[in-house]
Nanobody, 131 residues
Framework: VQLQASGGGLVQAGGSLRLSCAAS????????IGWFRQAPGKEREAVSC????????DYSGSVKGRFTISREKATNTIHIEMNSLKPEDTAIYYC?????????????????????????WGEGTQVTVSS
């Protein structure tokens, strides 16, 4: 069971980056999957999650309108396109998956907002935005 993230790097403010996360060893059919991030000295926070089957998206207020999450079923991969990056987006970004437990996909999507509900964590990838 593994989530492998890739695509981090250094970019100037206003630039773009695309992160990818490939899942292996398990089926994503019963999961909500997405991204968290943790900046130095701060708590880990949700960035964006997506329900695997239907593709319902959720974003934190700080990235809504700038980041876009997507899923690629053929390769068990999710991507997040990050545009108009700001220095405050600098963090280690983690791929994460929450096993669905509720009847409502939207309710399980809400559970993806808290790191306490995460069942599977991937290794992080560093994103650094210079001013």
């Amino acid at each position: 069971v593994q989530l492998q993230a890739s695509g981090g790097g250094l970019v100037q403010a206003g630039g773009s980056l695309r992160l990818s996360c490939a899942a292996s060893g398990f089926s994503l059919d019963n999961y909500v999957i997405g991204w968290f991030r943790q900046a130095p000295g701060k708590e880990r926070e949700a960035v964006s999650c997506i329900t695997w089957r239907v593709g319902i998206e959720d974003y934190s207020g700080s990235v809504k309108g700038r980041f876009t999450i997507s899923r690629e079923k053929a390769t068990n991969t999710i991507h997040i396109e990050m545009n108009s990056l700001k220095p405050e987006d600098t963090a280690i970004y983690y791929c994460a998956a929450v096993r669905r437990r509720l009847a409502s996909a939207r309710a399980d999507l809400s559970r993806c907002r808290s790191p306490d509900n995460i069942d599977i964590w991937g290794e992080g990838t560093q994103v650094t935005v210079s001013s």
